[in-house]
């Protein structure tokens, strides 16, 4: 026997199917909604990281003095393209190409690639680079600087530049010798703070002996173009093309025993000496794409280390 059901109760019941069915397609809104910005949020947060990350790159790039020496000096040259001479006791070398181009620059390089090569001296195809590229200071740096760098170099526009063949005596110019200057002088090493030293010193000392190399023109070379230690900052008589580069350690006669940490620091901020005149040569470079452009914070650090070292 069918049962008649009251239209008022059909009515409740549609009610309260469509209630549901309106709450149920709210929550799922509001739910996709939150999923959005969450994944909104989470692109957001890595996107500030990953140009945090290249900002610091950026930054340390410059410390690094790497537009300096892969850069021409022709006008219309494009920075970090490589082509730059660099004159030695042993023939011309010639800077490579760091853009991140995939043929003709560092493009296809992983982070371990580029890794080794400032750190270890080593290029993707396991053959040893010649010293005139510092990597023998840049050992020493954190492997998050490094990366940081890369990340840097790794947002700019490829270029598409060849490089230019070293101008070596026959020698010199297989990278087999590079490999046995490699093994005769290199000591593969990072920095470690001294917790006898303030902050100012330990900074100071990571970007003088590693990222800003400054050794690598200020020390005298042996004969085989081997840094010498026991002099290091002393000057070096024979650098290039140039007559030579001054004594930076804390000397009066010949050094920089007279200078305060104010004039150092002003000195690696626009060139000037104390006694007014200005820096010429290589130098001028220095200033202008390196140590200028460091925080003034950085510069003093660097002269409160130039000032604890001991005279040579």
């Known amino acids: 026997m069918l049962h008649s059901v009251p239209w008022e109760n059909l009515a409740a019941d549609a009610t309260t199917i469509s209630v549901r069915n309106t709450n149920t397609i709210i929550s799922i809104i509001l739910k996709t909604a939150a999923a959005i910005a969450a994944a909104s949020l989470i692109s957001g947060t890595t996107l500030a990281a990953n140009n945090s990350r290249i900002e610091q790159g950026k930054y340390l790039l410059h410390a690094g003095g790497c537009i300096s020496c892969h850069t021409t000096e022709d006008e219309e040259a494009l920075p970090l393209s490589g082509g730059r001479p660099i004159d030695s006791p042993f023939g011309t070398f010639y800077s490579p190409n760091i853009t991140p181009d995939i043929e003709t620059g560092i493009g296809s390089w992983s982070d371990d690639d ?25 050992t020493g740096l954190s492997r998050s600087d490094v990366l940081a760098i890369k990340a840097y170099l790794f947002s700019l526009k490829p270029v598409y530049k060849k490089n230019h063949e070293h101008d070596l005596p026959l020698i010199v110019s297989s990278r087999l010798a590079a490999g046995i200057w490699r093994k005769l002088y290199f000591k593969n090493k990072r920095f470690r703070e001294d917790p006898g030293k303030s902050a100012a010193w330990n900074r100071g000392a990571y970007l003088v002996r590693h990222l800003g190399h ?3 023109c200020h020390t005298p070379r042996g004969r085989l ?14 650098f290039g093309d140039e007559a030579s580069t001054p004594n930076i350690t804390p000397d009066t006669e010949d050094g920089i025993g007279y200078w305060s940490q104010s004039d150092i620091e002003y000195f690696l901020d626009i060139g000037m000496f104390p006694d007014g005149d200005f820096a010429g040569g290589a130098m001028v470079d220095v200033i ?18 130039l000032k604890s070292l001991p005279l040579r």
Do not use: M, Q, V, W
């Open 114 to 138: 580029f890794a080794a090569a400032l750190r270890d001296g080593i290029n993707p195809d396991g053959e040893a680079y010649y010293p005139a590229f510092p990597y023998t200071s840049f």
């Open 214 to 216: 400054c050794g690598e």
């Open 288 to 305: 202008e794409d390196n140590t200028s452009r460091l925080t003034r914070e950085d510069r003093l650090a660097i002269a409160s280390y």
């Open 225 to 238: 173009g081997n840094l010498k230690r026991n002099h290091e900052l002393a000057g070096n008589p024979d």
